[in-house]
């Protein structure tokens, strides 16, 4: 489902080529490559070994991120992983020990983060516009994507639900404004044990979801994510600051507005987001131009083990009822400028 706006940004750029489709079901592999003017498809190894193929962008189901990109970095290719990095962190830091050895790199999803929307309000917080950040409210409540999904399964298992599969989002984004998180408490439940496919070929095959389908945690910031809302309610974040508290766009979206109210003032001032909005893809190009040019990628492996990390803590939580440690840690990555341009050809 999501290859089509990867696709469709990573033939558009011009710092990028793409060579070669891979899916474990070779037609599907083919009839992308077709669509998109791919001139090679098959399978993940083929991918991995191709000459000319410097990077895998690896979109995957979660079960599959590690080994994927495992195979990718066995072949000295750098990787770029969907969410989350891997199942647990005990995969994702081989998988990153693994690309450390072999000198290539990791990056991975969101790369939302190096949206329009989330890379603005950076500049404002970076920039004193609502004093020291304080705390964060977010708010993601959904039915559940087994009403859109033809193969929903696989996000109600380990690796997905609504922590794993939406808040690396929310997570990924506060890492980014607070820096990393070093304890968490959590607790989650189920309302329905039994969910129906709502839509393609399977629909009304029932299935099990295997995971806490709502969850609601403590880190610096308070996180509501449920798939057991009747009410759609996406994209609710709020940072609190000493002087202002400012109202966030959606984490999973690479635009929207941002609205900054200052202690003592009764109405909201909205301020334009500046910056890339051309969606999924975004990080994979940002990779490519710093492999290209020696510096750091900023949607890196390290602060999606955190973000994974983190994840398996509440997890941890809401199983154990305490407070739990995050041991990982990352380096927060620079700020996109506000003229970084998806579509201008910088490498030659
Ligand atoms: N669907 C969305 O809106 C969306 C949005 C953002 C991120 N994602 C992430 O993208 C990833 C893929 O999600 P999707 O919705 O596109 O799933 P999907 O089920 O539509 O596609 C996954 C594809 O991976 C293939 N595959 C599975 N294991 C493989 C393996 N070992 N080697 C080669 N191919 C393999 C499957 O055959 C399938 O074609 C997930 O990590 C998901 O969290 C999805």
């Given amino acids: 489902m999501i290859s089509d706006e990867y696709l469709r940004n990573l033939t558009s750029f011009p710092d990028v080529r793409v060579l070669f489709c891979a899916d474990l079901v070779p037609e599907r592999a083919k009839a992308q490559a077709a669509r998109y003017g791919v001139p090679g498809a098959g399978s993940a190894a083929q991918a991995a070994e191709h000459p000319d193929v410097e990077l895998v962008v690896n979109l995957t189901i979660p079960a599959a991120h590690a080994e994927v990109g495992r195979q990718a970095v066995a072949a000295g290719k750098s990787v770029w992983n969907e969410k989350p990095l891997a199942l647990d962190t005990a995969a994702g830091r081989g998988l990153l020990a693994a690309a450390a050895r072999a000198g290539v790199r990791v990056g ?65 984004m506060l890492a980014t404004l607070f820096g990393p998180a070093d304890q968490v408490a959590a607790l989650g439940r189920r309302s329905q044990h039994s969910r129906v496919i709502g839509s393609g070929p399977r629909a009304g095959t029932k299935f099990e979801a295997e995971v806490p389908t709502h969850v609601a945690a ?105 407070f739990e440690r995050v041991p990982t840690t990352f380096e927060t990555p620079d700020a996109l400028p506000a003229d970084w341009d998806p579509w201008a050809a910088t490498i030659v």
Wanted: hydrophobic share 40%; with cysteine.
């Fill in 218 to 322: 403590l880190i610096a910031a308070t996180l509501l994510l449920s798939f057991d809302s009747p009410l759609r309610r996406h994209g609710f974040v709020e940072i609190t600051g000493t002087e202002a508290t400012l109202s966030l766009p959606d984490p999973n979206r690479f635009d929207g507005e941002i609205r900054v109210r200052p202690m003592g003032r009764d109405a909201w001032e909205t301020i334009p987001a500046a910056g890339a909005t051309a969606s999924r893809g975004l990080g994979v190009l940002d990779m490519a131009r710093s492999i290209r040019a020696g510096t750091a990628h900023r949607a890196s492996g390290e602060l999606a083990l955190h973000v994974l990390d983190t994840m398996e803590a509440v997890a941890r939580s809401i199983t154990a009822g305490t």
């Fill in 108 to 172: 991975c999803a969101p790369d939302t983060v190096l949206g329009a929307g989330l890379q603005t309000a950076r500049r404002l917080i970076d920039g004193g516009a609502i004093g020291e950040p304080q705390s964060a409210l977010t708010l993601m409540q959904d039915p559940g994507p087994e009403r859109w999904h033809h193969d929903p399964e696989f996000l109600f298992r380990p690796g997905a639900g609504p922590l794993f599969d939406i808040g690396p989002y929310y997570l990924s």
